[in-house]
């Protein structure tokens, strides 16, 4: 086979932009950090990159519904919190009211006067909203549990629980279902008014009677503050699960793309030298043109 100069050249060329080519990737791959910067670079890892991009975007997207979790949950405990404070004040409230020789009428006048406010005071807990969202009234989050005129809502979903997803097909339950635990303490609170109206003829041993029904409402709120509490128990495990997986997430894609520095370098001055070589022999081997000989 005859090799002629213009075959010469040719592959001369060729290889030198193969030559150029190369260093040019690693070039990409010491600048961005990454050795995959186009999908032709490393076609498996690359689309085993688009998997863990996509696993951290969802990880990412179930911590911030862990966000909305814990508010859900915190605001939920602060709430029955300020439920339970205020039956204690009902509770010391109907205990002096029940004592017939030491209170009036106009007293039990004015603790009906408080006891009316503190009723109001619970609608008001029972109304709690986050942002836009109503928490204790089901999945009807737009409507509060108590109307303006302090009567219940009845709309539909009042009765539903509010699931929030925190993991792959893992929801949690955010919200306490408030309309039979706040409707019970209204209509206790009802009573207890009525029965401290001046005229209303209820004696002492009625009123104190309301002590017994008071001590229950109490154990409903704690029970349910239990169940919060357990809630927030599995969000910090929830939370921490999501944070490992975050981590191993990131350190596989890490291992997939990162470029590791000292091998790039060591293999781009390797290229170079390789590059240089290639350019010194090239020029030995094209022939010399007559312009060369007329210089």
Not at 21 to 26: D, F
Not at 94 to 112: F, G, I, L, P, Y
Not at 199 to 218: A, E, H, P
């Amino acid at each position: 086979m005859r090799v002629t100069q213009s075959m010469l050249s040719s592959n001369m060329l060729r290889n030198l932009s193969n030559s150029y080519s190369k260093m040019g990737k690693l070039q990409d791959q010491i600048t961005s950090g990454s050795k995959i910067n186009r999908p032709s670079d490393d076609p498996v890892g690359a689309i085993k990159g688009m998997g863990f991009r996509t696993s951290l975007g969802k990880v990412e997207q179930y911590k911030r519904n862990m966000i909305e979790v814990t508010s859900w949950i915190d605001n939920t405990d602060e709430s029955f919190d300020g439920v339970g404070k205020a039956l204690q004040r009902v509770q010391e409230l109907v205990t002096s009211a029940a004592n017939d020789a030491t209170v009036t009428d106009d007293d039990r006048e004015k603790m009906k006067a408080e006891i009316d406010q503190i009723r109001k005071q619970i609608q008001d807990l029972a109304n709690t909203k986050i942002g836009d969202k109503y928490i204790f009234s089901g999945t009807n989050t737009s409507s509060p549990l108590f109307k303006k005129d302090g009567t219940m809502n009845t709309g539909p979903g009042m009765d539903q629980e509010v699931k929030i997803e925190v993991s792959d097909g893992v929801q949690l339950t955010v919200n306490t279902v408030g309309n039979e635990i706040f409707g019970d303490i209204d209509a206790m609170m009802g009573d207890i008014s009525a029965a401290l109206t001046k005229g209303s003829g209820v004696d002492g041993n009625v009123i104190g009677g309301y002590l017994d029904k008071i001590s229950g409402q109490q154990a409903k709120v704690l029970e349910a503050r239990s169940d919060v509490g357990a809630k927030q128990n599995r969000v910090e495990m929830v939370e921490n699960r999501l944070g490992v997986q975050e981590v191993m997430v990131t350190k596989q894609l890490s291992d997939n793309e990162s470029v590791e520095y000292d091998k790039a370098i060591t293999e781009m001055v390797t290229q170079q030298s390789l590059h240089q070589a290639a350019l010194s022999v090239g020029a030995k081997i094209i022939q010399s043109t007559l312009v060369d000989f007329i210089r």
